[in-house]
């Protein structure tokens, strides 16, 4: 069963290289009090090594053979047959838990994940920085490259505003291709986010995220046409307090964060104007 062949349609790409899954171990420095979900475990080379630090392990995998390959090889291991976008970290565990899960922010995931998804993944990891305490995974190197991009450069972007406005990045090692079955026709990455203790609703995270994206939407134009070619096309930012007539790049997270709650106000402003 082992001999799976790879779905290109679930982005698969099996890590066999035992040095690097040692590598990822180290960085990863699972304890045995740590709650740990892995994302896209595959045939488990990296949930064997996982296991042999933390019991505390839960493998999220949509593939329907590979999940029952986990189940035979791992009998104790909690597995969950679905795609990792759809999953409601809150509903993991039970609710006197999630309490103190959210307190302390103990929740850990690790991964190597599709790189077909990696902006959808990060996205709900940032949704939900109130329950994760870090994150190590395995991405395309270009993204890392993005993810630690300085502020001007031709890799600043959507990532690295919002994942370094959550969390301190570090991009940990690069890895080549020959390490993967099928080999990737790109260098890949290992990255560890360690998630800053930011409180704030989803619904103003999911505001913020939509604005940077919404600001680079148009790189080369500058934010203000950006933005009025977006879903915030019919706000008028002129009293945000920001510079619109400079480019997305050149901005820092300070003016996007300006920009959502200017967008927030003039939605509850529209609200309230509608109710009278």
């Given at each position: 069963m082992d001999n799976l062949k790879p779905l290109k349609r679930f982005g698969q790409n099996y890590l066999k290289d035992p040095?690097?899954?040692?590598?990822?171990?180290?960085?990863?420095?699972?304890?045995?009090?740590?709650?740990?979900?892995?994302?896209?475990?595959?045939?488990?080379?990296?949930?064997?090594?996982?296991?042999?630090?933390?019991?505390?392990?839960t493998a999220v995998e949509i593939d329907k053979r590979a999940a029952a390959v986990l189940s035979k090889k791992f009998p104790a291991l909690n597995i969950i047959n679905r795609d990792f976008l759809t999953l409601d970290l809150n509903k993991l565990y039970p609710e006197n838990f999630r309490q103190g899960m959210k307190k302390n922010r103990i929740l850990?995931?690790?991964?190597?994940?599709?790189?077909?998804?990696t902006s959808p993944v990060l996205f709900k990891l940032i949704l939900n920085n109130d329950l994760i305490r870090d994150s190590v995974l395995m991405v395309q190197y270009e993204v890392a490259k993005r993810i630690t991009a300085e502020r001007g450069?031709?890799?600043?972007?959507?990532?690295?505003?919002?994942?370094?406005?959550f969390s301190e990045t570090k991009l940990s090692f690069k890895v080549s291709p020959n390490v993967f079955f099928p080999k990737p026709k790109v260098f890949s990455a290992v990255i560890h986010l360690?998630?800053?203790?930011?409180?704030?609703?989803?619904?103003?995270?999911?505001?913020?995220?939509?604005?940077?994206?919404?600001?680079?939407?148009?790189?080369?134009?500058?934010?203000?046409?950006?933005?009025?070619?977006?879903?915030?096309?019919?706000?008028?930012?002129?009293?945000?307090?920001?510079?619109?007539?400079?480019?997305?790049?050149?901005?820092?997270?300070?003016?996007?964060?300006?920009?959502?709650?200017?967008?927030?106000?003039?939605?509850?402003?529209?609200?309230?104007?509608?109710?009278?």
């Amino acid at each position: 069963m082992d001999n799976l062949k790879p779905l290109k349609r679930f982005g698969q790409n099996y890590l066999k290289d035992p040095n690097i899954i040692g590598k990822i171990i180290k960085e990863i420095d699972p304890k045995s009090g740590d709650r740990l979900i892995e994302i896209g475990p595959g045939l488990g080379a990296l949930t064997n090594a996982l296991l042999q630090h933390t019991p505390d392990l839960t493998a999220v995998e949509i593939d329907k053979r590979a999940a029952a390959v986990l189940s035979k090889k791992f009998p104790a291991l909690n597995i969950i047959n679905r795609d990792f976008l759809t999953l409601d970290l809150n509903k993991l565990y039970p609710e006197n838990f999630r309490q103190g899960m959210k307190k302390n922010r103990i929740l850990r995931i690790a991964g190597n994940i599709p790189y077909n998804i990696t902006s959808p993944v990060l996205f709900k990891l940032i949704l939900n920085n109130d329950l994760i305490r870090d994150s190590v995974l395995m991405v395309q190197y270009e993204v890392a490259k993005r993810i630690t991009a300085e502020r001007g450069s031709k890799n600043y972007g959507i990532l690295t505003i919002l994942l370094n406005f959550f969390s301190e990045t570090k991009l940990s090692f690069k890895v080549s291709p020959n390490v993967f079955f099928p080999k990737p026709k790109v260098f890949s990455a290992v990255i560890h986010l360690y998630f800053k203790d930011i409180s704030m609703e989803e619904n103003d995270k999911q505001l913020l995220i939509n604005i940077v994206k919404a600001a680079f939407g148009n790189r080369r134009k500058t934010i203000k046409n950006s933005l009025s070619n977006s879903i915030f096309g019919d706000i008028d930012f002129s009293g945000s307090g920001i510079d619109l007539s400079l480019r997305a790049e050149q901005h820092g997270i300070g003016s996007f964060l300006k920009l959502a709650e200017f967008a927030k106000r003039k939605e509850v402003k529209n609200i309230v104007d509608g109710l009278l």
